[in-house]
């Protein structure tokens, strides 16, 4: 089982330019979410979806767009990139929003 | 607001023990987590509490305390792959995981 992948594996991106990072699962999982990781800081959530067809705002939504057009696939979009997005991202999911999320191996974005 | 506190950094010896603290400060409560973080790669679930007391699961053991905002992850026999981040995360009335910034574990020989 591949439970969660992600790609790309790591990016750099101009600034003001747009890209769609990509989260699948593989587990069922009705619950999925988007988080970025910086140093010296807890990982903080930008959206989440609950169920396939809904989504919602975390923590630090600005800037970043997701959908939920079925329960495997996640994407995350930068609608036109900014160098403070440069952060590691990392894509999770749970059976529910109670449950343990597991995450995926991460994209390492870097906007110049 | 809503806080996690957790050390930066601890320094632990081959073969020894280690306690990880994590306060924390949430709107509601439901549930403590754990995680750990090699370097590089993502974060890996250890541990879950939701009721006060001491879960033990091989070497590694949480403990929670809901009335003091507490807890802590306990290392036995600690081995050199055990070097990594330790991330404390609660889980908020809305059912959102608010995450501490990790603490670095180094073991040395």
């Known amino acids: 089982t591949a439970g969660i992948t992600q790609a790309p594996t790591s990016q750099i991106l101009a600034a003001g330019r747009s890209m769609t990072l990509r989260c699948t699962q593989d587990?069922?999982?009705?619950?999925m979410y988007w988080y970025r990781q910086d140093l010296g800081l807890g990982l903080r959530l930008i959206h989440y979806?609950?169920?396939?067809?809904?989504?919602g705002k975390g923590e630090v939504p600005d800037g970043y767009s997701v959908s939920r057009a079925n329960t495997d696939d996640f994407p995350l979009t930068l609608a036109s990139a900014v160098p403070s997005q440069t952060s590691v991202y990392f894509c999770?999911?749970?059976?529910?929003?109670?449950?343990?999320?597991?995450f995926g191996p991460g994209t390492r974005l870097t906007v110049l | 607001g809503q806080n996690i506190d957790q050390p930066t950094e601890m320094t632990a010896t081959e073969g020894a023990i280690v306690q990880i603290n994590c306060t924390y400060q949430?709107?509601?409560?439901?549930?403590l987590f754990w995680y750990q973080q090699h370097a590089g790669e993502a974060p890996t679930f250890l541990s879950y509490?939701?009721l006060d007391g001491l879960e033990e699961k091989g070497r590694f053991s949480s403990f929670l305390s809901r009335s003091k905002g507490y807890s802590y992850l306990l290392l036995k026999e600690l081995q050199m792959k055990d070097s990594a981040s330790y991330l404390c995360?609660?889980?908020?009335?809305?059912?959102?995981?608010?995450w501490g910034a990790g603490t670095k574990l180094i073991i040395k020989p």
């Open positions: 999770a999911s749970s059976d529910s929003g109670l449950d343990t999320q597991y």
């Open positions: 949430t709107s509601g409560f439901n549930g």
């Open positions: 587990m069922r999982h009705n619950a």
């Open positions: 509490n939701v």
């Open positions: 979806s609950n169920t396939a067809g809904t989504t």
């Open positions: 995360a609660a889980m908020d009335s809305n059912y959102q995981l608010i």
